[in-house]
């Protein structure tokens, strides 16, 4: 997948310090955004979309590719 065409955002708990997940959302209008989810990893989520256009998901919480992944081990981790 071309890293370019991939923006992913943190999604924080309101209370909570750390991202508990990561969205990615797709230059490809034709492509559904996606959640990342502990042992299933991405699914696709109509309600990020949502989650967007409501505010919850903004630029104050976009993250690089890298720290897409490293929040993605950290959830694997803690949840093992």
């Known amino acids: 997948m071309n890293v370019e065409n991939v923006i992913y955002y943190a999604g924080?708990?309101?209370?909570?310090?750390?991202?508990?997940?990561?969205?990615r959302f797709f230059n490809d209008q034709n492509k559904m955004a996606e959640r990342y989810v502990v042992r299933r990893g991405w699914i696709e989520d109509k309600d990020v979309m949502l989650m967007k256009m409501k505010g919850d998901i903004t630029e104050?919480?976009?993250?690089?590719?890298?720290?897409?992944?490293?929040?993605?081990?950290?959830?694997?981790?803690?949840?093992a």
């Open 12 to 23: 924080i708990i309101p209370g909570r310090s750390k991202p508990t997940t990561v969205f």
């Open 60 to 79: 104050n919480t976009r993250i690089s590719p890298e720290e897409a992944k490293n929040i993605t081990n950290n959830i694997e981790n803690f949840n």
